[in-house]
T-cell receptor
Framework: LAKTTQPISMDSYEGQEVNITCSHN???????ITWYQQFPSQGPRFIIQ???TKVTNEVASLFIPADRKSSTLSLPRVSLSDTAVYYC???????????FGSGTKLNVKP | DADVTQTPRNRITKTGKRIMLECSQT?????MYWYRQDPGLGLRLIYY???????NKGEISDGYSVSRQAQAKFSLSLESAIPNQTALYFC??????????????FGPGTRLTVL
């Protein structure tokens, strides 16, 4: 199970683009990269998933370089409501286990 | 109605007591999970079940047991609660979508305090 490394915390201001990078040096060929968001006292919520290059949805973009040893979650024009913990997970198509780690605590300031 | 429900939402109990946390889902998913979260930390997997007859230990299963009574129900038991089991407990489900099990859906959590 490829474990991940993320910054413990990040600060940003409203309206800015935020990029959170995750390192997963031991990612396997069949592994996907998934990001979750968690607000205090709530369960995590799926944001985005990708395998390679770039994935975009209505909430975020996920950038994955060719070697796939890292990935970057990009949140465009953050607002105060984006203040949360963001988790990067790696797993194969069966996702037999989800390892959440400690995540990155994003603090968006006015 | 919520897709994943947990009962109770809050529970205070005493050391040595047996306690059961219950989880139900209406998503029709085959996989269910129990996690605990301690303040300021990430989620740690306690047990997971791929179907009614397939139950597996996670990272921190000692002191816990589970029962998958039906596809939609997954219960977590603390046989003899101890104070360091005080935590926020989450149940989650996942199903096979688009060729992979790519997303977990979480319940609202149960806040357990063991005195």
């Amino acid at each position: 199970l490829a474990k991940t490394t993320q910054p413990i915390s990040m600060d940003s201001y409203e309206g800015q683009e935020v990029n959170i990078t995750c390192s997963h040096n031991n990612i396997a060929t069949n592994d996907y990269i998934t990001w979750y968001q968690q607000f205090p006292s709530q369960g995590p919520r799926f944001i985005i998933q990708g395998y390679k290059t770039k994935v975009t949805n209505e909430v975020a973009s996920l950038f994955i370089p060719a070697d796939r040893k890292s990935s970057t979650l990009s949140l465009p024009r953050v607002s105060l409501s984006d203040t949360a913990v963001y988790y990067c997970l790696v797993g194969d198509e069966n996702f037999n286990k989800f390892y959440f780690g400690s995540g990155t605590k994003l603090n968006v300031k006015p | 109605d919520a897709d994943v429900t947990q009962t109770p939402r809050n529970r205070i109990t005493k050391t040595g007591k047996r306690i059961m946390l219950e989880c139900s889902q209406t998503k029709g998913h085959d996989r269910m999970y129990w996690y605990r979260q301690d303040p300021g930390l990430g989620l740690r997997l306690i047990y997971y079940s791929f179907d009614v007859k397939d139950i597996n230990k996670g990272e921190i299963s000692d002191g816990y047991s589970v029962s998958r009574q039906a596809q939609a129900k997954f219960s977590l038991s603390l046989e003899s609660a101890i104070p360091n089991q005080t935590a926020l407990y989450f149940c989650a489900t996942s199903g096979f979508t688009g060729g992979i099990y790519n997303e977990q859906f979480f319940g609202p959590g149960t806040r357990l305090t063991v005195l």
